[in-house]
């Protein structure tokens, strides 16, 4: 089933800025939350996708590859990720402390957790950039890139608990295991209740007694993993890329961060990219291009032979057609498009000069050259004189 529209699904329209885009999220979070609506798998489901709309449209780097390239940015990712796919009721209820400003208002609400699982907070890990450099020809067929990066990952010693074993964990006696706290204040207006993350066990719901020797109860440490980047065909300069998940690892079990990829092109030798065409620079000597001949041109594929027809005039185009570079997650291909300049030999033999004095005066080579004008051998003479 065809996804649909972020923005529809939001009730915005594609200028809203983030305060309306926050508060339609918050708007549709309350209505299908499912605490209020228990066992109706529909409301669930628009639940998720309201989230889903939400991850992707209040990130500004997300929001704009969505709006350049649709849900088929999606297909950008380089392990498949992407944004928005795959989200738990975990990622979703982590959104909350931006959303609603720390806890979940669906306490007070509704009168139950909030969130599935006893209302705990799960911790996120931060977000890592890298830059990823391109040749031409990657750049046009794609490329699979295995990629060192030092980061944040699971201690392997506490497998991530951050505790010495598991008998070091203790329930927290602020929150009895909730992760958070709630408070009733009496207002003129009546009791008001609040929520609050429990400032014991950060909202977590437990504490550890002994942590593990090598974190020092962090779950994480510092170390190298190799990550293989699968990078889509078509990419551009300044283009980002998102893996999910493959970002500095949290605390204690926590959600991972993303990776955000940046593409660089290695610029080629002789290849201009413009957009999706490539662009070549054919130098043909004045003889050539009078009598015609055939030359090998590069391209991103490899060399092919083309035909200059006699008589070719400096400044013309030629085409080679869907010799470019593709566009992203498309059929469709750019082409080779191969500049003529007409070369003049800088030095001349006295046998050469000789040969084209005497075709100076023919008519074929005075280009009909206006009253103020010089014929392009009177030019020539000037020129090497």
Not at 15 to 36: F, L, Q, T, V
Not at 72 to 100: E, H, L, P, T, V
Not at 149 to 169: H, L, M, P
Not at 363 to 373: H, R, W
Request: charged share 25%.
């Amino acid at each position: 089933m065809a996804k649909r529209d972020y923005y529809d699904v939001l009730g915005v329209t594609k200028g809203a800025d983030a305060d309306e885009i926050k508060k339609a999220y918050r708007k549709m979070a309350i209505k299908y939350h499912p605490d209020k609506n228990e066992g109706d798998k529909a409301a669930e489901e628009k639940f998720k996708e309201a989230a889903e709309a939400y991850e992707v449209l209040s990130s500004p780097e997300k929001r704009q590859r969505y709006d350049q390239f649709g849900h088929a940015a999606n297909a950008q990712s380089a392990s498949g990720g992407g944004y928005g796919g795959g989200m738990n009721m975990d990622d979703i209820f982590s959104q909350f402390g931006d959303i609603f400003g720390g806890g979940s208002p669906f306490e007070g609400f509704f009168g139950g957790s909030g969130r599935q699982g006893g209302g705990r907070r799960v911790a996120r890990g931060s977000n890592l950039r890298i830059k990823v450099r391109l040749t031409l020809e990657e750049v046009a067929n794609g490329a699979e890139k295995k990629i060192k990066v030092n980061k944040q990952i699971i201690c392997k010693t506490c497998d991530g608990t951050g505790a010495k074993d598991r008998s070091s964990f203790q329930t927290c006696k602020t929150c009895g295991g909730a992760g958070s706290v709630r408070r009733v204040t009496n207002t003129i207006l009546g009791q008001m209740q609040t929520t609050s993350t429990c400032p014991t066990c950060n909202g977590e719901g437990s504490v550890i007694t002994s942590k593990c020797n090598v974190c020092h109860g962090d779950g994480v440490v510092r170390g190298e993993e190799t990550i293989t980047i699968n990078v889509p065909a078509g990419v551009s300069e300044g283009m980002q890329l998102s893996m999910s998940g493959k970002g500095n690892a949290a605390p204690r079990g926590g959600v991972p961060g993303d990776l955000i990829i940046l593409i660089e092109e290695i610029p080629h030798e002789t290849l201009k990219r413009d957009g999706n065409n490539v662009i070549y620079d054919l130098h043909v000597n004045f003889v050539d291009a009078a009598l015609g001949t055939s030359v090998e041109v590069p391209t991103i594929d490899g060399k092919a032979k083309i035909k200059i027809e006699p008589g070719t005039q400096g400044g013309k185009i030629l085409r080679l057609k869907s010799k470019g570079v593709p566009e992203v997650n498309s059929y469709h291909r750019g082409d080779q498009l191969i500049h003529i300049n007409i070369w003049t030999p800088k030095a001349l033999s006295r046998e050469e000069r000789e040969a084209l004095e005497k075709l100076q005066g023919s008519p074929n080579f005075k280009p009909n050259p206006g009253k103020n004008e010089k014929s392009f051998f009177e030019r020539m003479k000037e020129y090497f004189e």
